[in-house]
């Protein structure tokens, strides 16, 4: 096999620091091995979605082995994992990591998926940030000259590859490019293996948009073959896997089995979530549309059916159920948002923690506290609630598709709000920001997920608004072109829109914004 590097633009010294030739043969290798199956459990996602649009539904498996089988449990635990109170997540420039790493979270997940747009120079830039990071060499100084550095106490690092469905195109092996996926585990694990033993810790990932146990399993094989390549420790690897698609919550026990000697936890993905459910659900009638995106809270059923589910999943095989992320952006000038913000997010913390949630996720580090206190002072000292085991939950299958939202609406404030983030976010996107502060939300690629989807639902199933305004695709072009004149109309800002309008606007739901917009980037 033959593997080319598209530099991009990229500095040299850069791509020669992360792309040395025990790199690029660990990530060839790779490819060689895993490629064409990946493939093939794509192939099988575009099947499903096409049989759920001829009526077919999702069910458990209730003979399968994984289910069946009362005596395996997961993975060992190591000790830098067994605290996840409070985990922060964001991208991989040098500030945020900095920042996370000092926050007083227990684990900071690098994300070089949905809060990370992946030109070439962020994936770079991002790997060798983090080897800086292990390595307690990394520093920043911003424009006006003010100076970041590592503390004493660091969170535990746990970084996000990119989803199956994501390409890497300035990495070719025989002329095609490699997974995202591939290339972020494999940069990662090839230059910091070393490094994070000697230090105690470990290599350890988050795993995103995961449907089935088959591509979990997938994952399994990739770590068996990675911890032979390197001579590691058998079960070195550990895993989290985010539980973030409709289709994955029917296959927990399929998921947790498939990676039992290497995951360690679950996480409640739930904007991905809700974006996967409208994906499944989008164009089968007004029983399944949703209201506005900020009225959809975890205390609707088929969501708190879901979190339930995860729990009780999660501590029967003993991994660590985790928390949804709280998006909130902490204002500097408002005193009164934010009280009345925290306090939102303090409810839904004691909500996870009530549910029997080991630990939770934020966006921000002035949330940590917040978070951490509700964690500290429900676990009374404990590591985890693994001894909560949730054996009141019954979840059938239809309650995982209850959508009564006892009286939330659909209006043209939640129409408006979800093209001004969608559009706002896409424009950030294309200029290589992956996770956008907009009106004190975090906005990342699974926030706008869920606005753009949302408009093609409404859109789709002809919705009427409490205002009497029949959701068609003129009235998403007028949004489109206001919003377009509010944001300056230059060629970012309209490519942004065309993209919109591809993803929200067409007669078929695109999977994913981020593959649409990924072919508008130039590097």
């Known amino acids: 096999m033959a593997i080319e590097l598209i530099r991009s633009g990229v500095d040299d010294e850069a791509l020669g620091r992360l792309f040395t030739d025990e790199a690029l043969v660990f990530l060839e290798a790779l490819h060689g091995a895993f490629s064409s199956k990946r493939q093939s459990l794509l192939a099988k996602r575009l099947l499903r979605n096409e049989a759920l649009r001829s009526g077919e539904r999702f069910h458990f498996d209730e003979h399968s082995r994984a289910r069946t089988d009362s005596e395996w449990k997961t993975a060992e635990i190591p000790e830098d994992l067994l605290l996840r109170r409070v985990e922060i997540t964001g991208p991989t420039d040098a500030k945020m990591v900095i920042n996370a790493l000092n926050s007083g979270a227990d684990v900071f997940m690098a994300d070089f998926e949905d809060s990370n747009a992946p030109s070439l120079s962020n994936m770079v830039s991002g790997q060798i940030t983090l080897q800086q990071a292990i390595r307690r060499t990394l520093t920043f100084e911003n424009g006006s000259g003010k100076s970041y550095a590592l503390g004493d106490e660091l969170a535990t690092l746990i970084i996000r590859p990119r989803g199956w469905h994501l390409l890497e195109r300035h990495l070719l092996v025989d002329g095609d490019p490699i997974a995202g996926a591939l290339f972020d585990f494999g940069l990662y694990l090839v230059h910091n293996y070393k490094q994070l033993e000697s230090i105690g ?93 900020n009225s959809v809270t975890m205390d609707v059923p088929f969501m708190r059916a879901y979190c339930d589910l995860l729990v009780q999943s999660c501590h029967r095989r003993g991994a660590y159920a985790i928390g949804g992320m709280a998006a ?184 994913f914004l981020t593959t649409v917009a990924y072919r508008y980037t130039k590097n």
């Open 328 to 511: 909130f952006i902490p204002s500097r000038k408002d005193p009164a948002v934010n009280e009345s913000a925290l306090e939102r997010v303090r409810s839904d913390k004691s909500r996870e923690l009530q549910q029997g949630f080991d630990g939770s996720w934020v966006a921000h580090p002035d949330l940590v506290p917040v978070c951490m206190e509700v964690f500290s002072s429900g676990l009374k000292g404990r590591p985890n609630q693994l001894q909560v085991l949730r054996d009141d939950v019954v979840v059938r299958e239809s309650e995982l598709s209850d959508i009564n939202f006892n009286g939330a609406t659909m209006t043209m404030e939640g129409l408006t709000n979800d093209v001004s983030v969608s559009l706002r976010y896409i424009t950030s996107w294309l200029k290589g920001q992956g996770a956008v502060a907009i009106y004190n939300l975090m906005e990342d690629a699974a926030t706008a997920e869920i606005a753009r989807s949302q408009i093609w639902q409404w859109v789709n199933n002809s919705v009427e608004l409490a205002e009497g305004v029949r959701v068609e695709s003129s009235v998403v072009e007028n949004l489109i072109d206001q919003e377009v004149q509010m944001l300056g109309s230059d060629e970012t800002v309209r490519t942004a829109a065309q993209i919109l309008r591809e993803v929200a606007l067409s007669s078929e739901l695109p999977d």
């Open 201 to 293: 810790s470990g290599p350890y990932f988050y795993l995103p948009k995961l449907e089935s146990g088959e591509e979990a399993k997938l994952w399994a094989e990739i770590f068996e073959f990675s911890e032979r390549w390197f001579d590691l420790k058998h079960s070195t690897i550990k895993v989290t896997v985010l539980l973030e698609t409709f289709p994955a919550v029917f296959e927990i026990d399929e998921i947790l089995y498939e990676l039992r000697n290497w995951i360690v936890g679950m996480n409640a993905g739930r904007w991905d979530y809700l974006f996967s459910f409208i994906k499944t659900y989008g164009k089968l009638g007004s029983r399944y549309l949703l209201p506005d995106r």
